[in-house]
C-alpha cells in the first residue's frame, strides 16, 4: 500500500482552482475587494462602483477633481493592486 502525506488545503484548494480555471476571475474579484485596503476610506468614499472586465479595473468616482487626481496616480495603484493580489491580475485602470 502506497503511504500518502498530508497536504495543506490551501494547496488542495489551489489546485483545484487552476485546474478548472477559476483562478484568474477568483484574483478578478480579489482586486475589487481590495481595493479600499489600497486607497484608503478618503478615496473610497466617493467610490461608487467598481469592477474588473479583461484585465482592466474599472472605478466610478463621484467626485470630478478626485477623479482628475487618480489619473495620475494609475500606474502605482496598478501597482499596489497586483502585489496585494500576489499576481500580475490587471494591467489598466479606468477611471468614470
Not at 49 to 70: D, M, W, Y
Not at 76 to 82: K, S
Amino acid at each position: 500500500m502506497k503511504r500518502r502525506y498530508p497536504e495543506l488545503i490551501g494547496n488542495i484548494i489551489e489546485k483545484a482552482l487552476k485546474e478548472n480555471e477559476i483562478s484568474s476571475s477568483l484574483n478578478e474579484q480579489k482586486i475589487s475587494y481590495l481595493w479600499p485596503e489600497i486607497v484608503g476610506p478618503g478615496i473610497n468614499r466617493y467610490t461608487t462602483r467598481r469592477f474588473v472586465e479583461s484585465g482592466t479595473l474599472h472605478v466610478f468616482i463621484s467626485s470630478a477633481s478626485l477623479k482628475n487626481e487618480l489619473q495620475y496616480m494609475r500606474s502605482h495603484l496598478i501597482e499596489e493592486l497586483n502585489k496585494a493580489a500576489g499576481s500580475d491580475v490587471i494591467n489598466k485602470i479606468v477611471i468614470h
